[in-house]
């Protein structure tokens, strides 16, 4: 019995069939409207094959892999990534299911197609440069996150130039694309974390610098997002050296006392939890230990009268008293 019924295309058939029918959207023909429905209705086959119907199962592995080595060969991932904009509303959503589908297929421990898009970085790159572009935007960003899974496609994002117009793009007006920048922002700087220490090491003023920006942004919720990661990043052990160097700028001390008088009460809170790393630094620099001792006053008056509703937080409350200890208890450097 053959392995495809007489009325199912092989792997090969429908991998030809839609790059023919992407080629041609891709050109611009005067067949485009038959074009778009032929890769639709591909899309929709090879959907199929991989996740099966309510009818049907999924293919057994060995089509499964027949169908991963004729996209590879057919470089259809990149060249499905790059025309998902003339693709319709169910097109790009298939392309994203069949995209995390066979991303997250592996023969023993190796992941093949992991492998193959480390060899095709441009895909990489192409899904990056999605969120310049609002109809696809949300379709790269979920492909984006699935590889942002995978520690080597996660590094050559992180170390590509691209990575840095996340900064723009967590910014732009669209909240649901920003919110989106956002959680692929944040899962490339969390998911691995040595490679993210590393990361934040060789790049420290590149990175902050950009990252005052969001710090100072006119968007409430790219502020209250950039600070609560922050305040991650910075309590995260993986992340000592760069936190070491972070609480020891007086300027970024500054920043967060200011931001603990912020409107927002969610604000306020997220800047407490980065403002209580610089008090708890049992090694304060003589710019920082000064900041706080002239301010001391202030800050324990501050801080008794700091949320005092939060009554059922047991956590909030002791860290609370522990800094205002802290703080009555400073006392100057010896070279002072």
């Given amino acids: 019995m053959p392995l495809f019924g007489k009325s199912q295309k092989s792997p090969q058939e429908l991998v030809k069939a839609l790059k023919e029918a992407v080629n041609s959207l891709e050109r611009g023909d005067k067949k485009a409207e038959k074009a778009q429905e032929d890769v639709g209705k591909n899309l929709v086959l090879i959907k199929n094959m991989l996740y099966g119907t309510a009818d049907a199962e999924p293919q057994t592995e060995i089509v499964v892999s027949q169908l991963a080595h004729e996209l590879y060969s057919a470089n259809l991932l990149l060249l499905l990534i790059q025309n ?48 310049e572009h609002q109809e696809i935007a949300l379709n790269c960003g979920t492909m984006m996150r699935e590889c942002a899974r995978h520690e080597p496609l996660a590094k050559i994002m992180l170390h590509s130039d691209e990575f840095f117009n996340f900064f723009r793009y967590v910014e732009v ?75 020891s700028n007086p300027d970024n001390l500054k920043l967060m006392m200011n931001m603990l008088k912020e409107q927002s009460r969610n604000i306020q809170l997220e800047a407490f939890h980065v403002f ?13 230990l000064d900041i ?33 200890k802290q703080i009555k208890e400073l006392k100057p450097s010896p070279d002072q």
Wanted: with cysteine; glycine share 2%; hydrophobic share 35%.
């Fill in 84 to 131: 998902l904009n003339r693709i319709d509303f169910e097109g790009k959503k298939d392309v994203a299911q069949i995209f995390n589908n066979v991303l997250r297929r592996q023969i023993g421990t190796r992941s093949p197609t992991v492998e193959y898009v480390c060899t095709k970085p441009e895909i990489l790159f192409t899904l990056m440069a999605g969120y």
């Fill in 173 to 247: 007006s669209t909240f649901d694309i920003a919110s989106d920048a956002f959680s692929t922002f944040r899962e490339l700087l969390t998911r691995h974390k040595i490679l993210c220490a590393e990361f934040l090491e060789q790049n420290y003023d590149k990175m902050f610098n950009h990252y005052e920006q969001l710090l100072h942004s006119e968007n409430y919720v790219t502020r209250r997002q950039s600070l609560k990661l922050l305040g991650e990043l910075l309590l995260d052990r993986h992340n000592f050296t760069v936190m070491t160097k972070y609480i």
């Fill in 292 to 324: 706080l001792l002239r301010n001391r006053e202030k800050l324990v008056d501050f801080l008794t009268r700091f949320h005092t509703d939060r009554t059922e937080d047991e956590q909030f409350n002791d860290e609370k008293a522990y800094l205002i």
């Fill in 276 to 288: 209580k790393v610089f008090v708890a630094n049992p090694n304060k620099p003589k710019p920082i």
